[in-house]
């Protein structure tokens, strides 16, 4: 069965950091590019990052910039999101979502497979 | 980065009722769009990419076209499990977005 899960979300006060993971199972992992996607209570769907199939591309929306990192683990099947200086804005359910298209490097044409989500909640 | 502009933000409809959803891009997108189905507290489901390609296991009632800036999601006849909000997304550049959202409701 084709599945992503995520993992690690919770409640976290601003400026502390959080990292999220993304576990695949039932598809060769190693040959997807995986996003990151997050959903604001009640909001709609913000992009967050991608890394490449093989990590060679990487790339961040601006309002995570310098505080965002996804990097992945092939050999475990999993791709993470390191969230540093986390600010009341970046509340939001976080999805992984996977390439449509394997062995991509440059734009793909839509995401095919999406994990339940984890939420973060950044609150003092 | 590119904005996406959908409208109406929602609609009422009733089951059976054809429903017309439309994006508007800030700039050319060369059809590097995908639809997706949101039903509440759940994860995004692929309906269209490539602005009119019907996703795996999609029903053929959703229908996507457009070219440019310009793009349509269809539903040709409103079912039960088709209230749920709609999103378009476009694939031309980084940083890649979302449309605004439309929410379907039943009237």
């Known amino acids: 069965h084709v599945q992503l899960v995520e993992s690690g979300g919770g409640v976290v006060q601003p400026g502390r950091s959080l990292r999220l993971s993304c576990a695949a199972s039932?598809?060769?992992?190693?040959?997807?590019?995986i996003h990151w996607v997050r959903q604001a209570p009640g909001k709609g769907l913000e992009w967050v990052a991608l890394i490449a199939y093989d990590g060679s591309k990487k790339y961040n929306a601006d309002s995570v910039k310098g505080r965002f990192t996804i990097s992945r683990d092939n050999s475990k099947d999993t791709v993470f999101l390191q969230m540093n200086s986390l600010r009341v804005e970046d509340t939001a359910v976080y999805y992984c979502a996977r390439d449509k298209i394997d062995h991509l490097v440059g734009l793909g044409d839509a995401f095919d497979i999406w994990g339940q989500g984890t939420l973060v909640t950044v609150s003092s | 980065a590119i904005q996406l502009t959908q409208s109406p933000s929602s609609l009422s409809a009733s089951v059976g009722d054809r429903v017309t959803i439309t994006c508007r891009a800030s700039?050319?997108?060369?059809?590097?769009l995908a639809w997706f189905q949101q039903q509440p507290g759940k994860a995004p489901k692929l309906l269209i990419y490539d602005a009119s390609d019907l996703g795996s296991g999609v029903p053929s009632r959703f229908s996507g076209s457009g070219s440019g800036t310009d793009y349509t999601l269809s539903i040709s006849s409103l079912q039960p499990e088709d209230f749920a909000s709609y999103y378009c997304q476009q694939f031309k550049s980084y940083p890649l977005t979302f449309g605004g959202g439309t929410k379907v409701e039943i009237k």
């Open positions: 039932g598809f060769t992992f190693s040959n997807y590019g």
């Open positions: 700039q050319d997108i060369s059809g590097a």
